[in-house]
């Protein structure tokens, strides 16, 4: 993606408009309560029907974006689990223009979507484009949301995740996470000389761009909270050093030369830090290093291997993998090290964890019965769930809202291929995220804003 389209997307983020100016059709204090709304739970939910009408042209034209834009919405939102697209075909004849409200009992008589979305693209009197969109209650009849995105025309993916996400909370009280992009690990040839590149796309497989070139070997990236920077393992010099990346600027340096090995960096949820398990001295120990005065401090000082660490949303707690009760397990100690109490105590050994940005689960990877499978359990330990099982499943990593999970799937044999997938906490099936060739080591983004 060029320098030209990320100042762009930055203006995007910036030309906001609520919903109060986009509502000529209905009462304001009617449009702003909220009859439809879904409640997620742990439980299974009843997809919300919703139709997607295609978007309009300004003044009723057509508009070659006007499908694709409507398509990308409902992409999203079936991508949830959440909601279930209805067929358009036998709506859209009932909602003439943008500026008309729909015939809603035609509408209910019709098709059974309790939801619809219309939508414009046009552009604003300083020649920016403009895309509109009002979300309607079909059964009380009424106006939920109207929003307005606008920047250049390029940018009409991105808006389009925004809209999704506008429809998502509107409906679901919770924030989307549709507007944000994976960072992963791309691979090519056999498996005994894959080639890694880092690479990133947006959530949903589009946009992909290449941020290595795979001549050295490059782990574990992973994203900041707050920015659009990662942090990644590369054998660049033949051994394993830890590097910091803005993917916007391309600006990217070493944190540390350190002397033996380097493992699973992390950021704190403030960005201002990195998290990282050091080699030394026979030990592998916990670190975290300020990336302002690059300071060094070790939290952890055990004989055993102490590893993957991962911030509690608030920075007051670690978790961590360790060996240190005589198998691999998950641990949470204070963020300035200390005291640490096993949290995991199922069959089989624990890896990987990774606190939800909401705070109220951990993600990881549990092997079992010489299988892997990503499962969560709340911070003291109880309430523990196995959402996948699999030859190879592993590496889990939070959507920002933290209701979704991503991770990757590793098939058995001499052929064996790696592939991204994602899942709701919640339960349903597993969803198979597209990428040009196999993939590892995802991490989700933060909301570009």
Do not use: C
Not at 106 to 111: A, E, I, N
Not at 133 to 142: E, K, P, S, T
Not at 395 to 404: I, K, L, V
Request: net charge positive.
């Amino acid at each position: 993606m060029t320098q030209r389209l990320f100042r762009t997307l930055r203006l995007v983020g910036a030309a906001f408009i609520g919903f109060a100016a986009l509502m000529p059709l209905v009462d304001r204090a009617q449009a702003q309560s909220q009859p439809l709304k879904l409640t997620l739970d742990r439980g299974v939910v009843e997809p919300l029907p919703i139709s997607i009408l295609d978007f309009f042209g300004e003044g009723g034209t057509s508009d070659p974006l006007g499908p694709q834009i409507a398509q990308v919405i409902e992409g999203d939102l079936a991508s949830t689990n959440v909601f279930r697209n209805v067929p358009d075909a036998a709506i859209a004849p009932l909602v003439p223009t943008f500026s008309a409200p729909p015939r809603f009992g035609d509408v209910r008589t019709l098709s059974n979507a309790a939801a619809l979305v219309t939508g414009e693209v046009g552009s604003t009197p300083d020649g920016r484009f403009a895309l509109r969109f009002r979300l309607w209650d079909v059964v009380a009849q009424q106006q939920i949301a109207g929003f307005q995105y606008t920047g250049d025309r390029a940018a009409w993916r991105r808006m389009a995740h925004r809209a999704s996400d506008a429809i998502y909370e509107r409906l679901t009280g919770e924030a989307g996470y549709f507007e944000t992009r994976i960072v992963f690990v791309d691979e090519r040839g056999p498996k005994n000389q894959r080639v890694k590149r880092l690479a990133v796309m947006d959530y949903d497989g589009q946009n992909l761009e290449y941020l290595t070139g795979g001549s050295s070997l490059v782990l574990t990236p992973r994203f900041s909270p707050r920015s659009q920077e990662i942090t990644y393992i590369s054998y660049r010099d033949g051994l394993p050093r830890v590097y910091l990346l803005d993917i916007e600027s391309r600006r990217q340096e070493i944190l540390g030369r350190f002397p033996g090995m380097t493992f699973a960096p992390r950021f704190a949820p403030d960005g201002a830090s990195v998290l990282m398990s050091l080699a030394r001295g026979g030990n592998t120990d916990i670190y975290e290093m300020d990336l302002r005065s690059r300071q060094v401090t070790r939290l952890t000082s055990n004989s055993s291997i102490d590893t993957a660490p991962s911030y509690s949303p608030d920075g007051r707690r670690i978790v961590f993998e360790s060996d240190r009760g005589g198998s691999q397990q998950l641990y949470v100690m204070p963020a300035r090290g200390g005291s640490a109490k096993r949290i995991s105590f199922g069959s089989g050994r624990y890896a990987t964890p990774v606190w939800s940005p909401r705070g109220d689960l951990i993600a990881f990877t549990r092997i079992s019965g010489g299988r892997f499978g990503i499962g969560v359990m709340d911070p003291d330990g109880g309430g523990e769930r196995i959402l996948t099982d699999s030859f190879l499943d592993e590496s889990p990593t939070w959507a920002p809202n933290g209701r979704r999970l991503m991770f990757f799937r590793e098939t058995q044999g001499a052929q064996s291929r790696s592939q991204l997938y994602s899942i709701d906490i919640r339960g349903g099936k597993e969803t198979a995220v597209s990428t040009p060739g196999p993939a590892s080591d995802p991490a989700w983004g933060p909301v570009m804003r």
